[in-house]
């Protein structure tokens, strides 16, 4: 998968908490990514204290906060109907870009249940450092590239198509 500007660093003690409504909703979220920076989510896990049922989870990336939960399903990005206890491996990391939220919407819970999504995030800088690419940058760049042309050229030879 191809990736956004150079890997900074990885943030691997997010955490979302949140407690379930009396309509056995919980809803958190993380955010936004800053100005010049994209996130890469590698690793989502979940857990609830519920004692009742078996609560479920969607993970979404939206350009704003919502104040309910995204009944239309647009940006929607994971999903997992065992949020009691869950690991998500991210094959293709879900993508932040600048200003965009990671929200995490449990549902089937018990008032009061609390509810954690913890994420491994590789954290990519958009930007060049104002000193100038080191060697590694100028090779991970030119790469990047070279990747990104390929994919292009092959999409237009696929048989089919």
């Known amino acids: 998968m191809y990736r956004h500007g150079f890997h900074d660093h990885t943030r691997n003690e997010d955490i979302i908490k949140a407690t379930a409504a009396a309509t056995g909703v919980a809803f ?17 896990t979940t857990n609830t204290n519920t004692a009742a049922g078996t609560p479920a989870l969607e993970v ?4 704003s ?3 309910t939960t995204p009944v239309d399903k647009m940006g929607r990005q994971d999903y997992t109907p065992t949020a009691a206890n869950d690991v998500l491996d991210e ?3 879900i993508a932040l870009t600048e200003g965009q939220y990671l929200c995490a919407v449990w549902t089937g819970c018990t008032s009061g249940d609390l509810c ?10 958009l930007r060049v450092a104002a000193y ?14 070279i990747e990104a042309a390929h994919e292009r050229e092959s999409a237009h030879f696929l048989p089919g198509v």
């Open 28 to 44: 958190g979220y993380l955010g936004p990514t800053p100005a010049g920076y994209c996130w890469y989510v590698e690793r989502l």
């Open 116 to 125: 954690q999504l913890s994420a491994q995030i590789a954290v990519h800088s």
């Open 91 to 93: 094959v293709n990391p």
């Open 60 to 63: 979404y990336v939206l350009g």
């Open 65 to 67: 906060v919502p104040t």
């Open 132 to 145: 100038g690419p080191t060697h590694d940058e100028l090779a991970a760049l030119r790469a990047h590239e």
